[in-house]
């Protein structure tokens, strides 16, 4: 069966009706009413000027078997007649140079002066002014019809305007790199990691060692720099999309990030060797994983699965263990206690943080539990405000607090879980920020009343066996 290209074959049935219709000529008044009665009953085969302009507009160009997209450029407006006859035939109108009306009308008043007073001579031979006005107006033609007729002069205030809406490269100011830095390192998430690793310090059962805490402290800060550095490094072309982080350095292009690598390895490489040199190993070796955790496991599992969250907490549950092991030089119950609090913390904080978040995450890629699972994302943020009461009364058990520690920190987990509780049965705006502000306030809250009602080290000598009694004299 032969198929005939579909332009041979709509040209062939537009020749056909267009004969059909001179044949019907005396009929035609009363065939076209009809036609339009039936062309406006059935709306789909109506044909507007729009269609013909998108098949005349083309932005996709076939070159040697290759498909190359093209942008449409955007000319300036000009006035345009278009002949309804043939639509892929467009002509400019171009501009009529103006006449001065006072040289015209001498010009033809001298012209009516003289063809009065002189009547019968002939004009055949164009005297010299004639020749000059001629030579004027075809000199003028012709600088009107080489010259464009829409020829824009861009000043330099709207060049200026259109430049800086522009995207361009800033230049980066000395005294600016401070604040860059800063940013970069996310210095409110980098001192709330200090300070929870000073909590984990200044818990355990040893004496404290001021130099030892500024050390530990300062590598802490150091490896949670690197960490949030390389965080924005790899994330760049996903918090262009975010409202919350469109306005980070790497984002707006305020440094290179062989700048933001170059400031991230400057932060981790002394952070980590001052950790396991200065303070002990355990200590560095924890500095480490948390990087690694943090940039290679947590940044790649925000866009692939919700597990990212509980990854995170793990992260965030690092530090205060740091400080544990930066002071005692091992692991203890007491250091998984600290761990545990800030890992159950997380939740209802990050979650109700998330919660008003669902459209900035979701636009940048992430999949967080509030965009993909928000029922999940309710009942777990509720879950572990209650473990915090739990782990509360653990901490006596482990002999890192005394008991009055779970009565007096009872109040403020029962509000935290009771925010969390509204949480969950509304899902909305305003429950979701009053259980973020509360977490803000809660843990230092918590870590406060834990220090307060913190064991004395003479008790937990005592409830200590022989040999952990002989460690911790040879080690003061």
């Not at 019907?24 to 009363?30: D, G, K, L, S, T």
């Not at 001298?110 to 004027?136: L, M, R, Y």
């Not at 604040?179 to 980098?190: E, G, Q, V």
């Not at 262009?240 to 932060?267: D, E, W, Y």
């Amino acid at each position: 069966m032969y198929k005939t290209p579909c332009s041979r074959l709509t040209g062939l049935v537009g020749v056909s009706v267009k004969q059909k219709l001179v044949q019907n000529v005396p009929r035609c008044n009363q065939t076209a009413r009809s036609l339009i009665q039936l062309h406006k009953r059935d709306p789909s085969n109506w044909l507007t000027y729009q269609h013909l302009n998108f098949l005349k507009r083309q932005y996709v160009t076939k070159n040697n078997s290759e498909l190359h997209q093209r942008a449409n450029p955007k000319q300036a407006p000009s006035l345009t007649i278009v002949d309804e006859r043939d639509d892929s035939i467009e002509r400019q109108v171009q501009r009529i140079p103006t006449i001065d009306p006072v040289v015209t009308d001498t010009v033809s008043q001298s012209e009516n002066i003289a063809s009065t007073a002189q009547p019968g001579i002939s004009t055949s031979e164009p005297s010299a002014d004639d020749e000059a006005v001629q030579k004027d107006s075809s000199s003028s033609d012709g600088v009107s019809s080489d010259e464009h007729p829409h020829v824009h002069v861009e000043t330099d205030e709207a060049r200026e305007a259109r430049l800086d809406r522009q995207w361009k490269q800033l230049k980066v100011d000395v005294a600016d790199l401070p604040d860059i830095y800063a940013k970069l390192a996310k210095i409110k998430l980098t001192a709330l990691v200090v300070t929870s690793a000073a909590a984990g310090f200044a818990m355990a059962p040893v004496p404290f060692d001021p130099l030892l805490f500024f050390v530990a402290s300062l590598g802490t800060g150091l490896a949670s720099c690197t960490a949030n550095s390389i965080n924005q490094y790899f994330e760049v072309p996903f918090d262009s999309n975010m409202n919350r982080t469109k306005n980070r350095p790497l984002v707006r292009g305020q440094i290179s990030p062989l700048h933001a690598v170059s400031f991230a390895l400057a932060c981790g490489i002394p952070g980590v060797a001052l950790l396991t040199l200065v303070v002990n190993p355990l200590t560095g070796f924890l500095g480490a994983l948390n990087i690694f955790l943090y940039t290679c496991c947590y940044t790649p599992l925000k866009r692939h699965s919700i597990a990212n969250t509980w990854v995170g907490a793990v992260v965030g549950a690092i530090p205060p263990v740091m400080g544990w092991t930066a002071a005692t030089g091992c692991l203890g119950p007491g250091a998984l206690l600290m761990g545990g609090f800030l890992y159950s913390w997380q939740f209802p904080h990050f979650n109700a943080l998330s919660w008003n978040l669902r459209e900035d995450y979701s636009r940048g890629g992430y999949r967080m539990m509030s965009v993909t699972h928000p029922g999940m994302c309710k009942r777990v943020a509720l879950r572990h405000s209650v473990g915090l009461i739990g782990l509360s009364t653990l901490a006596p058990v482990l002999d890192v607090t005394t008991w009055t520690f779970p009565v007096i920190s009872l109040p403020i987990n029962l509000y935290i879980s009771f925010l969390a509780f509204r949480f969950y049965r509304k899902g909305d705006r305003s429950s979701a920020r009053k259980l973020f502000f509360c977490s803000l306030w809660h843990l230092p809250m918590l870590l406060l009343l834990a220090l307060l009602c913190k064991k004395p080290r003479t008790e937990q000598e005592e409830a200590a066996p022989p040999a952990a009694s002989l460690a911790l004299a040879l080690q003061s």
